[in-house]
């Protein structure tokens, strides 16, 4: 992952001719493809064995197969806009955002970033035996965040993930309790809080609107909202179309890894659910 000088900016500028003076791009996608291999059982005994192997002798089981997920997509995001990724499961959309936050490198073609990318996913990893609080403090400087910051936005954190609410955990004190008492919904509600609680240049969410109550839900869309304003770029995956209309202004569809359409949301949403 290549970070966007300013003159190289100015170059992605005149190179697309379509970029409004002052419309700064964030991300360039610029004719990606995303490989990866996916091993099969093979015959060694036992897969932690047989991949040792495999590195030692840096040779590829016959149960290798190469999955080419990310074909030949080309895309530029831009300051203050709220990007949704839409298409059928397999089609590519959480391996996009992963290349973009610099996890998966392109098999060819290249991603340009302007600022610091972040993903935040379901999935991300916090700390099950410590708790809430201190996954809390970790996440945060983990997000370049200082001590002092985390303090003085610890009880919005908190607060806006509702997981302290009457009902949410043990007498309104979940954040208090290790993180592997947390139910999937709250753990994701506390993940988002954490990531949101700062302005991010290049911000990936996957699937988090999908967790918690209609309430937090708003208030995520809400934020959302705020983030663009503060000339941030959201990128969000969701298969809640709602979500993606309330959410983005600018919609990527994929589909077996290649891009479909990009476009106005409320266009691209609607072919999108025609081709159901």
Not at 66 to 81: D, I, P
Request: proline letters at 2%; charged letters at 25%.
């Amino acid at each position: 992952m290549a970070e966007l000088t300013k003159g190289r900016v100015e170059a992605g500028r005149a190179e697309k001719g379509h970029v409004e003076e002052g419309h700064v791009p964030t991300v360039i996608a610029d004719n990606v493809h995303i490989v990866y291999k996916v091993h099969g059982a093979g015959s060694g005994r036992g897969s932690a064995v047989s991949a040792l192997s495999r590195i030692v002798r840096r040779t590829t089981s016959a149960g290798t197969r190469e999955v080419h997920a990310v074909k030949g997509v080309t895309f530029v995001a831009h300051e203050g806009e709220a990007i949704g990724l839409i298409g059928s499961n397999g089609s590519g959309k959480s391996t996009l955002l992963r290349a973009i936050a610099g996890l998966l490198p392109p098999a060819s073609g290249r991603v340009y970033t302007h600022g610091q990318p972040s993903l935040l996913g379901v999935n991300a990893a916090m700390m099950n035996d410590l708790t809430g609080e201190r996954n809390v403090v970790l996440g945060g400087l983990a997000m370049g965040m200082s001590r002092e910051e985390i303090r003085e936005r610890y009880d919005g954190i908190v607060d806006f993930s509702g997981i302290n609410e009457k009902g949410a955990g043990v007498e309104g004190s979940s954040i208090s309790l290790p993180m592997r008492t947390y139910s999937s919904g709250m753990a994701a509600r506390l993940r988002f809080s954490i990531a949101a609680a700062k302005n991010h240049d290049v911000l990936m969410i996957d699937e988090a609107l999908a967790t918690g109550d209609r309430s937090f839900q708003k208030r995520s869309e809400a934020r959302i909202r705020e983030l663009r304003k503060e000339a941030g770029t959201v990128f969000l995956v969701s298969h809640n179309n709602k979500s993606i209309r309330d959410t983005c202004n600018r919609v990527l569809w994929l589909e077996k890894g290649e891009l479909v359409m990009d476009g106005p949301t409320d266009e691209v949403v609607k072919a999108y659910e025609a081709s159901r």
